[in-house]
């Protein structure tokens, strides 16, 4: 469905082009589908892959299949990190027990982004002051008589807090 799953980055790790594919013994490639995909793929999803890649016009570059295999390895190192920065993010708002994640559709995520901008919600007199420093207020623009009667969003302040909030009313 994409190449985005354990079972893609497990194959292409192990063989990195169409060549190694076509040429890969059928048990090694089905344990190693299998294995990363919790037994969803198969031998007939293996047959499929080795067949497909026999046809393949794609080219034989050594130098392309180690550059893959690097970057499958960036990407399973990035994806670890980024579940790392999430668990602690997740113990550090259970640390704070901040009421802002019992906001319907308020995950997590958007509100410790919300809690990271604003800080201490003391700091701000009333509800307008902190969606101003957002720059989700409406901006008006007045000139002798002329009132602008449609008015949008000004586009100061905090560009996180204003993607968070909008992205929570979401």
């Known amino acids: 469905p994409t190449l ?9 790790s192990e063989f990195p082009g169409a060549n190694h594919v076509a040429s890969a013994h059928l048990t090694h490639l089905k344990n190693i589908l299998s294995d990363a ?15 497909v890649a026999r046809n ?3 080219s034989k570059m050594p130098a392309k299949s180690l550059e893959l295999k690097h970057t499958i390895q960036l990407i399973r190192e990035l994806n670890t990190e980024v579940e790392e920065i999430e668990r602690e993010i997740n113990s550090i708002m259970e640390t704070i027990h901040s009421p802002i994640t019992t906001i319907p559709g308020m995950g997590i995520r958007m509100g410790a982004m919300i809690l990271a901008e604003i800080g201490d919600f003391h700091n701000f007199d009333s509800a307008d002051k902190i969606l101003a420093y957002a720059g989700l207020s409406p901006s008006t623009y007045q000139s002798g008589q002329l009132i602008n009667c449609y008015s949008h969003m000004e586009k100061r302040g ?9 992205n929570a009313t979401k």
């Open 56 to 58: 393949s016009i794609g």
């Open 158 to 166: 905090s560009r996180y807090l204003r993607y968070a909030i909008f």
């Open 37 to 51: 995909s919790n037994g969803h793929y198969g031998r007939e999803k293996a047959i499929e892959i080795r067949d």
């Open 4 to 12: 985005h799953i354990a079972s893609i980055y497990a194959l292409l």
